[in-house]
């Protein structure tokens, strides 16, 4: 009976340390893989903040050019209804033919 009891004991503390590798195993496993989630959500969060400037800089760009664009709209509205009224001066009366 005393060596059923060793063997059982010894079973025991076999599958105690078993199951505390075992945990081991899966901690280790779960931090690799919360390392692996915190770089890729790092470089996620890089990839944004870059994306971010780049826009912010196409938006200074944008703004300057729709000042641009609406500056040489402003000048081609005045030329053309200088143009305008130009022929209208010129343009002779119709005569009424009735």
């Known amino acids: ?3 059923v009891r060793t063997d059982i004991s010894k079973y025991k503390n076999y599958r105690i340390m078993v199951d505390i590798k075992r945990f081991d195993v899966y901690n280790i496993a779960k931090e690799k893989r919360m ?3 915190i770089e890729m959500t790092e470089a996620h969060l890089a ?3 870059q994306e971010i400037e780049r826009l912010s800089q196409q938006k200074e ?3 300057v050019e729709i ?3 609406s500056s040489y709209l402003e000048r081609g509205l005045q030329v053309l209804d200088s ?3 130009e022929m209208q ?3 002779s009366p119709v005569k009424d033919t009735l």
């Open 61 to 63: 760009q944008i703004i």
């Open 47 to 49: 990839n944004v903040k």
């Open 89 to 91: 001066e010129r343009a």
């Open 1 to 3: 009976m005393q060596s």
């Open 83 to 85: 143009h305008r009224a």
């Open 35 to 37: 390392k692996e989630l």
């Open 67 to 69: 000042e641009n664009l």
